[in-house]
């Protein structure tokens, strides 16, 4: 847990126990990042700060979908950025703020073990880089939390955007001449699929709750509405991103089903050519196979006689399936 505050001066870090001190000055405000949610942050958020029972249990817990809750003191916000792992599997990185007058608390997690502390954490690494460096001061808890969302929201767009680098070569194996092994370029597209879906989803859910900040008059000031506003076109912006690609990859798809599909029929057609060609011969070679060749002699007439009958079959079946279309 890193207690800091911040100032028109910068960023300075102060032990947990100064808190108190930190939130009655009125140079600045405070920002606590937890990376992890254990003992010490409960009793921060229960005591200095305290935070409403179901924010704490909220930020104890894993939660799969966005949501906003405004109490008396704080707002509390869920969001959640998109991390793409091993197998096409898309990690969910939760950050729960708790957004005071005087006061942001930036509660990462719970996340997956495979998932590193610099991966969730990336956002507010880098926002709290841009305060050191003298390129960003926020005024107040709303801006600096505006400024973590908004990382959040190009982490969502660079999610999309990975997907779209990834599918003009996946697009050209689709539309090549020379279509083999389909099953692994399936699962390739569909794993696409799935990433894109997810950072998709997570851009519309933010963008429902940076609009419903915007209604709450009442717990909100302006300049957070203000803040919320932009942040809602953020996010809005990356879900029409992510839309304009699912429907690409959509098209993609359905080329790839419909030549698997057209493969599938012309071979079942031509084994049908096949199966049609040699029916008469296997009938007629079955009834007078045994009769025309024997050890005592063969009747060679009768044996020319019905060879020259499957041939003429055989010849008039393929005529009759090169007029159907079959070959």
Same mark, same amino acid.
């Given at each position: ?12 870090d102060h032990a947990p126990g100064e808190l108190e001190s930190l939130l009655a000055r009125t140079d600045g405000f405070v920002w606590v990042d937890v990376p992890d ?41 869920? +969001? ?21 007058e005087r006061y942001l608390v930036t509660v990462h997690g719970p996340r997956n073990p495979v998932v590193t502390l610099e991966d969730a954490t990336a956002e507010t ?10 390129? +960003? ?141 040699? +029916? ?48």
């Amino acid at each position: 847990m890193q207690v800091s505050f911040v100032s028109a001066d910068g960023i300075t870090d102060h032990a947990p126990g100064e808190l108190e001190s930190l939130l009655a000055r009125t140079d600045g405000f405070v920002w606590v990042d937890v990376p992890d949610y254990d003992d010490d942050a409960e009793a921060l958020l229960a005591g200095p700060l305290r935070a409403h029972p179901l924010v704490r249990q909220a930020c104890a817990e894993r939660n799969f979908v966005p949501t906003v809750h405004a109490y008396e003191r704080h707002l509390f916000v869920i +969001l959640h950025a998109p991390l793409t792992g091993e197998g096409g599997h898309v990690h969910v990185l939760e950050l729960d703020e708790v957004i005071g007058e005087r006061y942001l608390v930036t509660v990462h997690g719970p996340r997956n073990p495979v998932v590193t502390l610099e991966d969730a954490t990336a956002e507010t690494r880098a926002v709290r880089a841009r305060i050191e460096a003298g390129r +960003l001061a926020p005024d107040n808890p709303y801006e600096l939390a505006y400024t973590v969302n908004s990382a959040i929201a190009r982490r969502q767009s660079a999610a999309v955007r990975e997907v779209a680098a990834r599918l003009p070569a996946l697009e050209a194996e689709v539309m090549a001449p020379d279509f083999r092994r389909p099953e692994g370029l399936l699962e390739q597209l569909f794993l696409l699929r799935h990433e894109l879906s997810t950072a998709r989803t997570m851009a519309a859910q933010g963008y429902d709750i940076q609009s419903r900040i915007q209604s709450l008059d009442r717990f909100v000031p302006g300049e957070a509405r203000r803040y919320a506003r932009d942040l809602a076109d953020q996010f809005e912006r990356v879900r029409n991103l992510g839309d304009g690609e699912m429907g690409f990859l959509v098209g993609v798809i359905d080329l790839y089903q419909t030549r698997v599909t057209t493969k599938m029929t012309v071979a079942m057609e031509r084994l049908a050519v096949i199966a049609a060609i040699t +029916l008469p011969i296997t009938a007629i070679a079955s009834i007078y196979g045994m009769n025309l060749i024997g050890n005592d002699g063969t009747d060679v007439p009768h044996l020319l006689l019905v060879l020259a009958v499957m041939v003429a079959m055989s010849l008039w079946l393929l005529r009759w399936a090169r007029r159907q279309g079959w070959w």
